[in-house]
């Protein structure tokens, strides 16, 4: 093993561990927009302390399933087929539901 591809090899380890980094990022934001819209739910819905409990629960269970899903269609069909597949099916959620 040559220094060069030592040098390339740790320079692909940062930028991953960068991605990783803003993805963990990302996730705790989306959790911290959650958690502060649970006063205007409990307002709108009239909610209890248990029914905002669940809310959160659920919320993060459909989350992390669907990373899980994600990641396994990304291993199969491969990361870039997966990115498209994505940008694809959010688009036409986005269209469906624009009035």
């Known amino acids: 093993m040559t ?7 740790h320079d692909h380890s940062n930028i991953t561990l960068i991605a990783v980094c803003f993805g963990l990022f990302m996730i705790q934001l989306d959790l911290t927009v959650v958690n502060v819209a649970l006063k205007s739910i409990q ?11 669940w809310v ?10 669907l990373m899980l899903t994600t990641g396994v269609v990304a291993a199969i069909l491969g990361s870039a087929a997966a990115l498209l597949l994505g940008a694809f099916i959010s688009w036409q959620f986005i269209e469906f539901h624009t009035i």
Request: charged share 15%; hydrophobic share 50%; no cysteine.
């Open 3 to 9: 220094i060069a591809h030592m040098t390339d090899r």
């Open 43 to 53: 307002d709108n819905l009239h909610a209890g302390v248990t029914a905002l409990q």
């Open 56 to 65: 959160v629960d659920a919320y993060a269970i459909l989350f992390s399933s």
